[in-house]
């Protein structure tokens, strides 16, 4: 069941190449009462990471297309021009700062593929392992399984103490904005990208989550098996769509499958890929004429990314249609934002590096150096030394400047802007020779540098100003239309909803430690 094809969201159907599951047929409608409001309180907060999406793209999105579903959220809405995410800009670190409140300094997240130095290797070994939470995570290839999701315990760490596997909530440092939901009695709701991996989202005590549904977006048997929804411009919106409908039931008082009545969740949420693939692919393997990326310097977007922007639109209108069926649209808060930038946005600009250069680099510091370090690289290089290792900060740091192939791309433009070790790094972030989870070496590239083999056209998880800002805007009925241009930081976004919620914002560890204030216009400020 579907509300009005709002940007046409239907329409890429007819070019999908494989045979999908009709969409979920919604049972009768659940009246909610809105009770009454003490200052802004909303019953519901809902919560749309359209990843990759720039704070730019939806200023111009909503200018170009005043009858849109975006816009007209805009119209009674906070819209915070100036927002950043977290740093490092990667899916992992993005979004438990909108699930926290914190940085990584508070929830010992970095990336998605990261170290920790008192973990155990999988199997068992020494202290100090590399640890990667994605899709190898998934018990199950090449099957759905979103409904019972499974974890490859084989392929996680373990704990020194228990000798038992690290389960994906509990890497987690400090509580979410779902645990608190929980234990004020409130339902929770979340759909993700990796079946597995963003568990994470329930938090350390793995309970935060009343109904969790992430269809795995790289392998699943609807499209024949192991085909990974990314390599599309048209087949992502597939995986999205799974997502979108789950919202659309639980907006009607239902679970995500649309079977059971179980009451709309009073804070739930989801993450949109497409507007990510539609920036970094550069042709569609289904559609020839969806190029991917921006025209342009100024973040026109190109055939591919207009057509998933178009797409999100009409989804989110399809989802505000949803939530007014349900009876819960004037006592529901949307929230859109995103867990990252992309850059670089003038594709003149992207300088293609290999990442392979960094082994040989670290080799040639201190033999062996090199094969016990963990390199992560996208936009930016993290760089954790084993524990045995960390004597030699200073000789890799040497060894990464005297590199030619890491520090001079073959235009002759510099590809190093920073390194951040030592005192420089302990300015930001937790001291690594004391922190188990925190890099040794930051190595920041000159923006437009992105460490592919392949033929992406952007990357994300750097400091970048691309990378890290991102759209935010706040919609409910009840106000009034605001832009805000001071700098503010997506993990504002927690504290915030805690206090729409009407719940206090110190019960968020992570706002404890981190002193997280909520947004302009939510603060009591004003």
């Known amino acids: 069941m579907r509300g009005p094809n709002r940007g046409g969201r239907q329409s890429w159907r007819m070019l999908s190449l494989i045979a999908l599951l009709s969409a979920s047929v919604l049972l009768p409608s659940v009246q909610a009462n809105p009770g009454p409001k003490r200052g802004f309180h909303t019953k519901h907060v809902l919560l749309i990471s359209v990843d990759g999406l720039h704070g730019i793209d939806l200023k111009k999105w909503v200018d170009a297309h005043p009858g849109s579903a975006l816009a007209e959220l805009a119209e009674h809405g906070y819209q915070y021009n100036n927002a950043s995410c977290s740093k490092p800009s990667d899916?992992?670190?993005?979004l438990m700062s909108l699930i926290t409140g914190g940085s990584p300094n508070a929830t010992g997240i970095w990336y998605d593929a990261s170290y920790d130095r008192t973990y155990l290797p999988p199997g068992g070994g020494a202290p100090g392992t590399a640890m990667?939470?994605?899709?190898s995570i998934d018990l199950l290839k090449n099957v759905p399984n979103t409904d019972n999701p499974t974890i490859d315990t084989t392929n996680l760490p373990l704990h020194p103490a228990t000798l038992k596997p690290v389960m994906p909530w509990e890497l987690l440092r400090v509580n979410t904005i779902f645990e608190v939901a929980k234990s004020h009695g409130l339902r929770t709701a979340w759909s993700d990208k990796h079946t597995g991996a963003y568990q994470i989202v329930r938090g350390p005590s793995g309970a935060g989550i009343d109904d969790y549904y992430s269809p795995e977006v790289t392998n699943s048997v609807l499209t024949g098996g192991g085909f990974d929804f990314t390599t599309s411009h048209v087949l992502i919106k597939t995986n999205d769509d799974l997502k979108v409908d789950a919202i659309e039931n639980e907006a009607m008082g239902l679970d995500h499958t649309g079977k059971?009545?179980?009451?709309?969740?009073?804070?739930?949420?989801?993450?949109?890929?497409?507007?990510s693939v539609g920036q970094k692919l550069k042709v569609d393997p289904v559609d020839a004429t969806l190029t991917g990326g921006y025209l342009n310097g100024d973040a026109d977007p190109g055939p591919a990314l207009e057509a998933a922007l178009k797409y999100v639109d009409g989804a989110i209108g399809d989802i505000v249609?949803?939530?007014?069926?349900?009876?819960?649209?004037?006592?529901?808060?949307?929230?859109?934002t995103a867990k990252h930038g992309q850059?670089?946005?003038?594709?003149?600009?992207?300088?293609?590096?290999k990442d392979s250069f960094y082994a040989d680099a670290l080799n040639a510091a201190v033999p062996t150096l090199g094969d016990n370090a963990t390199v992560t690289t996208d936009t930016?290089?993290?760089?954790?030394?084993?524990?045995?290792?960390?004597?030699?900060?200073?000789?890799?740091?040497?060894?990464?400047?005297?590199?030619?192939?890491l520090n001079t791309s073959a235009s002759g433009l510099p590809l190093i802007d920073e390194i951040l070790w030592g005192e420089s790094l302990k300015r930001l972030y937790n001291d690594p020779t004391k922190d188990s989870r925190t890099p040794d070496i930051i190595v920041i590239p000159t923006p437009g540098v992105i460490y592919t083999g392949g033929s992406k056209l952007a990357e994300h998880g750097g400091f970048s100003r691309e990378d890290t800002s991102v759209a935010l805007l706040v919609s409910n009925p009840a106000l009034g239309h605001k832009t805000f241009k001071n700098p503010v930081q997506t993990f504002q976004v927690a504290p915030t909803i805690m206090?729409?919620?009407?719940?206090?914002?110190?019960e968020l560890q992570a706002v404890q430690k981190e002193h997280t204030d909520e947004l302009p216009g939510f603060d009591g400020k004003e």
Do not use: C
Not at 91 to 94: E, L
Not at 260 to 275: D, I, R
């Open 91 to 94: 899916s992992f670190p993005g």
């Open 132 to 135: 990667t939470y994605d899709e």
């Open 260 to 275: 059971k009545h179980v009451g709309a969740p009073n804070l739930f949420g989801m993450n949109f890929q497409s507007v």
């Open 321 to 336: 249609g949803a939530l007014k069926k349900g009876g819960i649209y004037d006592d529901t808060t949307l929230i859109i």
């Open 343 to 353: 850059s670089p946005i003038d594709v003149k600009k992207r300088i293609a590096a």
């Open 380 to 405: 930016i290089a993290l760089i954790w030394l084993a524990p045995s290792q960390q004597g030699f900060t200073q000789q890799a740091v040497d060894a990464i400047r005297a590199k030619p192939e």
């Open 499 to 506: 206090k729409i919620l009407g719940l206090d914002p110190d």
